[in-house]
């Protein structure tokens, strides 16, 4: 058996892992143009924290994403491997000024051992002149050390990589028994989706060891530790392709951020990277059969356009996609 997986980002080398599992004998191999600094992935603070956005097919799937995606970096955070991966667990705060509806998260209050309303004196735990807040104790993967950590695991298994563009299916197709389709945003080229529609973010990633907890606040601000440095952020652009880290996203960014926490503005600036969400009103997990130019049917399982919380949900909608891939091959069988 021979399983093509395009893209190795989290998603990709998320889906490659649980499919040598599910099948030890077959041949997995990862298609990509870009790998680990190169990715989205890398540009991430890795929270586990699905925003209220975050949408599957129906309301039980998306849950099940979530709640199988939790379990998966939770094992590994129990686990000896966990410094390695880069999983951690986080504690922190989201308030608002505006509404209480902001601090909540309905697929995180069901699913997190803590997820709270911020007491009286929770919301004077930094500036900001807090209205509303939530407490939670949640997951952070860190891409950094999780995308080599997973390309290692992946090549111990017998996993190979081709490098390069895939250009179009017709001529990668024939090779494989299924094809995977985890290429983020080259989903919109590669598949000719227009619901797959950039979200740009830009952070600042900084040197601060005395910060220990998450601080979200109005308008996409947020200060996440992780095992290298301290994430500030963000911004959210809706179709804007730029990649370039503007000086006024910058300066907009440490502005909120020093206002909540003035010690950042002695932290040492690591990097400021840009980074784009491959957005999709809804992730798209699917089988599809399409023909290639011989008139052969090729089966390619979709797993892209997680938005802002690829690294939060890749176990689950992998593990989906690799139920995706029995069920297409089963059906396959019986023809
Ligand atoms: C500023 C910022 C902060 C974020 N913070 C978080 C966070 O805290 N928590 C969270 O869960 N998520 C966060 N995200 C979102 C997360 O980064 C993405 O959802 C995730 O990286 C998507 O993973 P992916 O594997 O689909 O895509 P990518 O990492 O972009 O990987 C795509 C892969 O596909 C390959 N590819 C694409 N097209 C082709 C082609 N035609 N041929 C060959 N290869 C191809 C690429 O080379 C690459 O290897 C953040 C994003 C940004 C920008
Ligand atoms: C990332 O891109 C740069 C510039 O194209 C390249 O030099 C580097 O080798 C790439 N990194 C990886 C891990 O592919
Ligand atoms: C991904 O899926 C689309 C169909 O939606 C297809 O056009 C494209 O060729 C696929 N890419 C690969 C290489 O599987
Ligand atoms: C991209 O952003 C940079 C930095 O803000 C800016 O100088 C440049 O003009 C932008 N490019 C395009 C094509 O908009």
């Known amino acids: 058996m021979q399983f093509g997986i395009i893209g190795a980002g989290v998603v990709g080398l998320n889906t490659a892992l649980q499919l040598q599992e599910e099948y030890p004998?077959?041949?997995?191999s990862i298609l990509a143009d870009q790998y680990v600094e190169n990715t989205t992935s890398y540009v991430a603070a890795g929270i586990?924290?699905?925003?209220?956005?975050?949408v599957g097919p129906t309301k039980e799937i998306t849950k099940k994403w979530v709640t199988d995606a939790y379990n998966y970096w939770d094992n590994i955070r129990k686990s000896s491997d966990a410094p390695l991966a880069g999983v951690t667990q986080l504690s922190g705060y989201i308030f608002s000024t505006k509404s209480a509806a902001m601090t909540r998260n309905a697929l995180l209050e069901d699913l997190l051992p803590v997820y709270r309303k911020a007491t009286e004196e929770e919301l004077d735990l930094?500036?900001?002149g807090w209205k509303?807040?939530?407490?939670?104790?949640t997951l952070l993967t860190e891409c950094r050390l999780y995308l080599p950590y997973a390309t290692q695991k992946f090549r111990a298994s017998g996993g190979k990589f081709v490098e390069g563009k895939v250009e179009s299916l017709t001529k990668t197709g024939g090779k494989y028994?299924?094809?995977?389709?985890?290429?983020?945003?080259?989903?919109?080229?590669?598949c000719k989706d227009d619901h797959l529609v950039p979200v740009r973010g830009q952070v600042v990633k900084v040197k601060a060891p005395w910060i220990k907890m998450a601080f979200y606040g109005d308008y996409d601000t947020y200060i996440i530790p992780g095992f290298e440095g301290v994430t500030l952020g963000g911004v959210r652009q809706y179709d804007s392709w730029n990649t370039s880290v503007c000086k006024y996203d910058g300066m907009a960014i440490r502005e909120r951020c020093f206002g909540m926490l003035p010690?950042?503005?002695?932290?040492?600036?690591?990097?400021?990277?840009?980074?784009?969400?491959?957005?999709?009103?809804?992730?798209?997990?699917?089988p599809e059969l399409l023909e290639d130019v011989s008139g052969r049917m090729v089966k390619v399982v979709h797993n892209y356009g997680h938005s802002g919380y690829g690294v939060t949900t890749a176990p689950g909608t992998s593990k989906y996609a690799v139920e995706l891939v029995k069920q297409v091959l089963s059906a396959s069988s019986k023809l």
């Open 25 to 28: 004998n077959a041949q997995v």
């Open 48 to 54: 586990f924290r699905p925003g209220n956005g975050f």
């Open 126 to 128: 930094c500036l900001g």
């Open 132 to 137: 509303y807040g939530s407490f939670f104790t």
């Open 177 to 190: 028994d299924v094809i995977i389709n985890c290429s983020g945003l080259g989903a919109r080229e590669l």
């Open 263 to 286: 010690s950042l503005k002695k932290a040492e600036v690591l990097r400021e990277v840009v980074g784009l969400r491959p957005h999709r009103s809804t992730v798209r997990v699917e």
